[in-house]
């Protein structure tokens, strides 16, 4: 790479961080208005579609589903590429949460979210002397107990029909011999060079002769094709016992960080019902499958559904003022309701389950203003353009009908900024998921969090992966990346492909917002003319580029039962690729 590209490139990244937020209380001249054009089409098949944030990783599952394997082989096979091609933002350093859907009608939840390492000391996290809780964020003190390798272990001993080495055959020779790097990891690249240069083992990973990759470049991990070589050979307990277990508690250990060998001996993963919901409006042909906790997320889509069947909203066009204020009062309620009520059900059992009710949500529907006055909301923040949540989703479908939903996180974009020597694995930032307490002073007027840091015990997240069936048939595939902004794009996505009639592609390219107490963060694709509505309405109003990173990267899958034809759709605001035959 030239020396002149990189500091070419390196302003043009300058210059997008500038410009990520405009912030108007009017719409004059400077909002820059991007016309509203049609989506792609999706791509389509009949015998099966895997959607995932890379089109090597789409392959690699396309490729499994025609050589006989099942929709959880492809999800595996799908997950190693990944790791393989996404390093930055998933992989076997993280954990995540997955719904599976088989077609004779059984359907699991799988948790392999990450753990705090046992041993742990809240204390430290909360030294009013770390103000900005580098602690929790960066660094060894950063990784909670991985969970990636004990959730593929759990589908592949529950459903997989293929072996192991032919699941992670293609991503062993892309990790061995290379693959081109694409735009996504380059810019990701290009945005951490800094971190990435300044450890030794992430530079002689991820920097090129003391420069970013850029795109096109070969990209190899000898020690990560060693890793995955090593789980076919050993299995996948390899990860928790052994040497990848040794060199990932050594390096914590070192930088003093609290895991143990005995946190990864002893991890988990977590099999349960998913959380379900029925809905009474016009949404009642359909039903929702989708995590309960510590997902805070499947609480407050669900709630957020119900609570939109309930309001009327739907005589509204989805591009209108009035459809988005509607929404955005319902995404904030029950994004409170979900702050408020879950935590890893381990420690706290909670109310969670009256979250995704119509009962409930008739109920919180009496504490919205649905006409005007966005009015602040206690449990949102006004929008960050700092925010750094990655993640990724991926979503399966066979031919004979069996689903997989999952969503996979190392947290942070390289996660922690750690990478076990020899290895190859990125590990985890999980620790930043987890609540602070509030100074002493407001305690009697801000309640304890039930998220709090607690030994052993699982932060709560974002991630929703979903799965709606329709007269008890798979109907809607879909999740997306985007931490906070998870379960309101989500809501959106749904309601565009059901309601609003558009089909798969059409629903994830619309153009999102997120809503924060009275901030409201636009793409700019929305017409003028809902931009002055929202104003007058009384949003604090923040302009996204279009299809910006912000607002997540979904990949989702429609079936139609009549055609028999499959739809999927990949977002373009982080890249991916949908495969179907």
Same mark, same amino acid.
């Given at each position: ?15 997008? +961080?500038? @410009? ?7 719409? *004059? ?14 791509? &389509? ?5 895997? @959607?995932? $944030? ?68 809240? &204390? ?64 990701? /690249? ?57 060199? +990932? ?31 009474? *409006? ?46 955005? %009062? ?11 009520? +879950? ?17 409930? $949500? ?15 909301? &206690? ?30 996180? /190392? ?41 709090? +840091?607690?030994? *052993? ?33 989500? $809501? %959106? ?27 409201? @963060? ?17 949003? /604090? ?33 982080? *890249? ?6």
């Amino acid at each position: 790479m030239k020396r002149q590209s990189f500091v070419k490139h390196l302003f043009s990244v300058s210059v997008l +961080i500038a @410009v990520l937020f405009l912030t108007v209380t009017g719409c *004059g001249p400077k909002y820059q208005l991007i016309p509203l054009s049609p989506a792609d089409p999706p791509v &389509s098949g009949t015998n099966g579609m895997v @959607v995932a $944030a890379h089109p090597l990783a789409a392959e690699a599952g396309i490729n499994v589903l025609k050589d006989g394997g099942n929709a959880v082989d492809a999800a595996i096979a799908t997950l190693f590429m990944l790791n393989v091609v996404e390093p930055h933002a998933s992989g076997l350093g993280g954990g995540g949460f997955a719904v599976v859907r088989m077609a004779d009608g059984d359907a699991k939840a799988i948790n392999f979210r990450e753990k705090a390492p046992s041993k742990i000391d809240p &204390s430290f996290y909360y030294d009013p002397a770390d103000t900005n809780h580098t602690r929790m964020g960066h660094g060894a003190t950063a990784v909670c107990v991985p969970g990636a390798a004990a959730g593929w272990a759990q589908m592949f001993h529950s459903w997989a029909t293929l072996p192991l080495e032919r699941l992670a055959r293609d991503a062993i020779n892309a990790a061995e011999n290379g693959f081109p790097v694409d735009p996504t990891l380059a810019g990701q /690249i290009m945005n951490n060079f800094e971190n990435l240069s300044s450890d030794s083992i992430m530079r002689e990973v991820f920097i090129n002769d003391g420069l970013p990759y850029e795109v096109g470049d070969t990209l190899r991990q000898e020690d990560l094709a060693k890793t995955l070589n090593l789980i076919v050979e050993r299995g996948f307990n390899s990860f928790y016992r052994g040497p990848i277990a040794e060199s +990932i508690v050594s390096t914590i250990q070192n930088a003093n960080g609290y895991m143990t060998l005995s946190d990864l001996e002893f991890y988990r993963s977590e099999v349960s019902e998913p959380l379900q919901a029925t809905f009474s *409006g016009s949404l009642s042909a359909y039903e929702a499958l989708t995590m309960p906790p510590p997902s805070r997320g499947g609480s407050a889509l669900l709630e957020a559904l119900n609570m939109f069947d309930l309001s009327g909203m739907y005589e509204y066009s989805p591009h209108s003022a009035e459809a988005i204020h509607i929404q955005s %009062q319902c995404i904030q309620q029950s994004y409170i309701d979900a702050a408020t009520t +879950i935590c890893d059900p381990k420690f706290d059992i909670g109310n969670w389950q009256e979250l995704a009710t119509v009962e409930f $949500a008739k109920e919180a529907m009496t504490g919205i203003a649905l006409e005007s006055d966005p009015g602040p909301r &206690s449990a949102t923040r006004p929008p960050n353009k700092n925010d750094k949540g990655n993640t990724t989703h991926l979503s399966v479908v066979d031919k004979d009908g069996n689903a997989v939903s999952l969503t996979q996180t /190392i947290n942070h974009f390289f996660g922690a900024g750690v990478m076990a020597p020899g290895t190859g694995l990125l590990l985890n930032n999980q620790m930043q998921d987890f609540s602070v307490p509030p100074p002493d002073s407001l305690l009697d007027v801000i309640p304890l969090s039930r998220n709090l +840091i607690e030994g *052993g015990k699982r932060p709560r997240s974002n991630m929703c992966p979903l799965i709606m069936l329709k007269d008890g048939k798979v109907k809607l595939i879909v999740g997306t990346p985007g931490g906070s902004r998870i379960p309101a794009a989500m $809501a %959106q996505i749904v309601v565009n492909a059901t309601e609003y009639g558009m089909d798969i592609s059409s629903a994830i390219d619309y153009p999102r917002f997120f809503p924060s107490n009275e901030h409201l @963060v636009l793409e700019n694709r929305f017409d003028m003319g809902t931009v002055k509505e929202l104003t007058k309405t009384g949003y /604090i109003l923040h302009f996204a580029g279009p299809y910006h990173v912000y607002f997540g990267g979904a990949h989702g899958i429609s079936i139609d039962h009549n055609t028999g034809v499959i739809s999927g759709a990949a977002d373009k605001r982080r *890249g991916g690729a949908a495969r179907g035959y």
